[in-house]
C-alpha cells in the first residue's frame, strides 16, 4: 500500500484510465511536457505521446469544441480547464454543445467528456484563480457534476467519470492537491461515482459538504465535539446528480441540517439541498436547514480570503443557531 | 456606412467595395453566368457533361425542397424555415466533393449538403416543425446535426478532423481511406470567437479540415462589411492556411475547388478556408423582412448570376440535355414535393415521456423519478376521464 496525496492519486488515475482505454486522451494548456500548472498530469505525455496528450492552444471554447469532436470521433477526451475562473470562455460549448447533444441527437451520439477543474480558494491567488462554479453547470440538464475530497477517491473518481458514458464535471479542490496524504488500497473496491457517503457518524446534527468544505466540515465535526455535540458529516461527492437518500436518512435520525460550500450561498448548491431535505423531511426537522458559504460578493483580493471562506468557526457558528432552535 | 480611411496600407474601399458583386480578381470561376465554361490557372472541373447534369438535377431538386419547405411553413406545418435560395451551387459543389468517409458539420441552412449526404429530405423538416431537434444519426450518412450557436460546429468539425488524424486515416495514399472533414458556416459566424479558434486549431494541428464559408452577404441584417474589413478568404493566410474565393453560384468551381482543399486536407497537408461568394436571393429564414434592409437593385444583380440558370444554359446551348431530361427532372421534383408535403403532417408527434430518456447516456434515479412522477399525473387525467 501506498501513501499519496489528492495530486498523485489523480495523476494515478488518469494513467490507469489511459493505460485501459486507448480512446482517452488528455487535452488542455501546459498538460504536456509541464504536466499542467498543478503537475496532476505529470509524466502522461511522456508515456503516452504528444497524440493523447493534447499541449492545447490558449483557447477554452477550442478545447471544449474540439472535444465534442474527437468525441463524435469515439474518443474519451478529459479536458483540463486551468482554473475555475476560466471556464467560461468554454460555458458556450460546455452548456450548449456538451451538455445537449446526446439529447439533440435522440441518443445517437455520446458525449464521453470530463472537463477537470481545479476549483476553490484558500491559495493566495489572483483574481479568477479561485472561483467555485459549480452550481452554474449543476443547474445545466445533460451534465453531470461531481466533486472529490481526498486523495483516494481522486485516483477511483477519475477513472469512473472517464469510463462514464455522459460528460462530468470534475471538480478538484486544489487547495489539497498536495496537502494530507492517505493510503490507497487497490484491493478496497470504490464506491459507485454518483454516490454521497457518511464520513463521520453523528446524532446531533447533518453537516453536508463536498470538495474543499469536507476537511472543514471534519475539523468543525471534532471540535464540536470536543463541547459534547455529536455531528454528522456527509461528504455530497456528486452534485448532481445529487445522492440525497443517506443525507435524509441522516436528517430524519438527527434533526437538523446544515449545508457548507465555498460557493456564494444565493442560489448556490446549499439552496438546492435546503429545499429537497424540506421537501422530503419537514416532519423530522426540528431546524431550519442552514446554509454557510462565500458571501454575495466576487471572489475577493486573497489577504482578506480567510475571511471570506467559511472556516471551522463559521461553521461551528451554523451548527450552534440550528441547535439553538 | 462610414468610410475607413487609413494612412496605413491599401484602400480599403478599393480592396473590398461593398458592391463588388463580382466578386473581385480572385474569384475562382468555371461557368460564367451566361453559361460558358472557362479556363483557371489552378483549378479545372475533371468530370464530364454527365455529372454536369448530375449537378443540374440535384440543384433542381434542392430548390424545389426549399420551396416546398418555404411553402409549408407558410401553411402553418413549419414553425420556421432557413431558406437556401441561392446557395444551391455552393452546396452542391462541395457536397458532391466529398466521399463517403468524409464528414462535414453543417450549420443550419445545409439543404443541399444533406441531400448529398443521402439525407431523406424530410428529416430536415422536423426541426423546423418543432417535433424533433435532427432526425438523422449524424453516423448514418456523416452528417451532423444542425448547429444553431453560430459557428459553435467549425470546432466540433476541427476535432472530429484531429480525431481522424488519430486514427490514421490522413495521408496514407489510400483514396478508400483517406478522409477529410468540412465544416460549413456564413459570413456573420467569421466573427465569432469560435471560428476563429477553430482556424487556430486546426492550424496548429494541420487538421483535415476544409472550412467552407458562404458567403451570403448577409447575417440576417447585417451585411458583410459589418463582420469584415478585408475579403474573408484573405483571412486564412493570417492563420496560416490557404484561403481560396470561389464563385459560390457555379457549381463547377465550387466542385473544383472543394474537391482540391479536401483532397489536400486527406493527403495530409491540412486546412483550407473556402470562400464561397454567394447571394442569399431569399429572406434570412421565413421571418425575415429583407426589404427593410437590402436594396432591391442588389437582388435584381444576382437574380443575373443564378445557379441553375447557368447549368441550364450550358446543357441547352451545348445540346447536351433536351426538353424530355427537362420534363423529368420537373416531374421528379414534383415527386419530391408530394413526399415532404405529405412526410411533413405525417411526421410523429414527439412523446412528452421521452424527454426524460434522451438527457443522458447512463440514466440518472432523478430523472427516472420524475418521468415516473410526469406519467402518474397524466395519467391520472386518463383514469378521471379529464383531458392533458
Ligand atoms: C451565437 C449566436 N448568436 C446569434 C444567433 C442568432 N442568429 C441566427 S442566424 C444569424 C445570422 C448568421 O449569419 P451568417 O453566419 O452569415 O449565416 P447565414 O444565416 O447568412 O447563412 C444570427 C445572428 C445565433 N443563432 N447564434
Redesign the interface.
Known sequence: MTKITLAKGLNAGLRKAMEDDPKV?IMGEDVGKLGGVFRITDGLQKDFGE?RVID??L?E??I????????????R?VCEIQFDGFVY?AY??IV??VAK??????????M?IVVRIPFGGGIGAVEHHSESPEAQFAHT??L?VVACSNPVDGYWMIQQAIA???PVIFLEPKRQYHADKAELDESVLPQPL?TSRVVREGSDLTLLAYGPMVKTCLLSAEAAAGEGKSVEVIDLRTLS??DLGPVYASVRKTGRAVVAHEAHVNLGMGSEIAARITEQCFYHLEAPVLRVGGFDTPYPPSRIEEEWLPDLDRVLDAVDRSLAY | MSEHKSDFGPDLGEVFGPHQADGGPDLVQLLTPEGERVEHPDFSFDLDDEAIKGFFRDMVLTRRIDTEATALQRHGELGIWAQLLGQEAAQIGSGRALRKQDFAFPTYREHGVAWCRDIDPLRLLGLFRGVDQGGWDPNDGNFGLYTIVIGAQTLHATGYAMGMQRDGVVGTGDPDRDAAVVAYFGDGASSQGDVNEAFIFAASYNAPVVFFCQNNQWAISEPIERQTRIPLYQRALGFGFPGVRVDGNDVLATYAVSQAALQRARDGQGPTLVEAYTYRMGAHTTTDDPTRYRLSEDLETWKLKDPIQRVKAYLTRNGLADQDFFEELDHEAEKLGEHLREGCRALPEPKPLDVFDYVYAEQTEELAEQKAGYAAYLDSFETTGGHR
Do not use: E, N, W
Not at chain 1, 471544449?64 to 474518443?75: D, I, Q
Not at chain 1, 447533444?101 to 455520446?110: A, Y
Open positions: 486522451l497524440d492545447s492552444p483557447a471554447s477550442g471544449l469544441g474540439t472535444a465534442v469532436g474527437m468525441a463524435m470521433r469515439g474518443y477526451p470562455p458556450d460549448q450548449s454543445q447533444i446526446h439529447f439533440r441527437s435522440m441518443g445517437k451520439v455520446k464521453p440538464p445533460g453531470k462514464c458514458d455522459d454518483f446528480p445529487l
